[in-house]
């Protein structure tokens, strides 16, 4: 999978990209057909305390891509919301094509059953 991070306002430290990095692979479990993930840290002297720091994710998959934004005052809570976010959304996404798939079966399985007792 391709990494694009990027910065504004915001320092880049081994640590923050190690643990940026430790977020996008353990979705990288969750959606094996990710093909590039780009992260976008922000820093916003401007706004309320509270949520001066922004991270923002766009996963790209097959069909539309996924993407979340989150603000936070701390760095990592950020990160780790929008990481949080992203799960959420695959966790929908699989649970729809299951959903589909089920659906197709038991309509099949119906007209089966039908034409047998005919």
Not at 89 to 110: C, D, L, V
């Amino acid at each position: 999978m391709k990494f694009i991070l990027s910065t504004h306002n915001v320092t880049l430290t081994k640590a923050i990209e190690d643990h940026i990095l430790t977020r996008i692979e353990k979705l990288e479990h969750f959606e094996k057909w990710a093909v590039d993930a780009r992260v976008t840290l922000e820093h916003d002297n401007t706004k309320v305390p509270a949520k001066q720091f922004a991270c923002s994710v766009r996963l790209g998959v097959r069909g539309p891509d996924l993407f979340a934004e989150d603000r936070d005052a701390d760095l990592y809570a950020a990160i780790d919301k929008v990481a949080k976010k992203i799960e959420q959304q695959i966790r929908k996404r699989h649970g729809k094509k299951i959903a589909k798939k089920q659906t197709e079966g038991a309509r099949s399985k119906k007209v089966r059953q039908e034409t047998e007792a005919e």
